[in-house]
T-cell receptor, first 114, second 110 residues
Framework: DVKVTQSSRYLVKRTGEKVFLECVQD?????MFWYRQDPGLGLRLIYF???????EKGDIPEGYSVSREKKERFSLILESASTNQTSMYLC?????????????FGDGTRLSIL | GENVEQHPSTLSVQEGDSAVIKCTYS??????FPWYKQELGKGPQLIID?????GEKKDQRIAVTLNKTAKHFSLHITETQPEDSAVYFC?????????FGAGTQVVVTP
């Protein structure tokens, strides 16, 4: 079974802080994704990566950046946290070839910015 | 880009009855449609998926239908049980990225 592990289940940070959310997958998947989940809005794609050192903007990248130094690890960075970034953050991984393959999700990090 | 609409937003069913969730999509190039179930405190879990060369797929009590002409697909759960209570998301793959519906909260009452 695919295992996607997000380092924190709950996180509380202050406005203006730099925040790191970590995600690790154990299936040697090429593709990794970061989403945020808000009530009534479903899952919205922030950033994704198809390979090490590679990153692409999703639908809502403003205020975020990512890092993919190793294949199994994909980090989401909030450069200067703001209250409107309070949300549930979900990481997912996917086998290569980019389409027609399921994405596998971690259990999420619930982030509160005070 | 792709836009996915999902209805209803909430669905309450009696145990043993059927539940149907419907989604429409806008990008005619979409060719992969997964459905996810999210239980409280957990991430979305894939429950069934369908590719565009197939019109229907079934896995025990769960089935999905796809109408490419009308650009809509549906999830059917038969003989619902309390453990089916969760939030369900549909999604459509567009150029390697998934676009999700807003979700349906399903409540199965005993």
């Amino acid at each position: 079974d695919v295992k996607v592990t997000q380092s924190s289940r709950y996180l509380v940070k202050r406005t203006g802080e730099k925040v790191f959310l970590e995600c690790v997958q154990d299936m040697d998947h090429e593709n990794m994704f970061w989403y945020r989940q808000d009530p009534g809005l479903g899952l919205r794609l922030i950033y994704f990566s198809y390979d090490v050192k590679m990153k692409e903007k999703g639908d809502i990248p403003e205020g975020y950046s990512v890092s993919r130094e190793k294949k199994e690890r994909f980090s989401l960075i909030l450069e200067s946290a703001s209250t409107n970034q309070t949300s549930m953050y979900l990481c997912a991984s996917q086998q290569g070839d980019r389409s027609n393959q399921p994405q596998h999700f971690g259990d999420g990090t619930r982030l509160s910015i005070l | 880009g792709e836009n996915v609409e999902q209805h209803p937003s909430t669905l309450s069913v009696q145990e043993g009855d059927s539940a149907v969730i419907k989604c429409t999509y806008s990008d005619s190039a979409s060719n992969y449609f997964p459905w996810y179930k999210q239980e409280l405190g957990k991430g979305p879990q894939l429950i069934i998926d369908i590719r565009s060369n197939v019109g229907e797929k079934k896995d025990q009590r769960i089935a999905v239908t796809l109408n490419k002409t009308a650009k809509h697909f549906s999830l059917h759960i038969t003989e619902t049980q309390p453990e089916d209570s969760a939030v369900y998301f549909c999604a459509a793959d567009s150029w390697g990225k998934l676009q999700f519906g807003a979700g349906t909260q399903v409540v199965v009452t005993p």
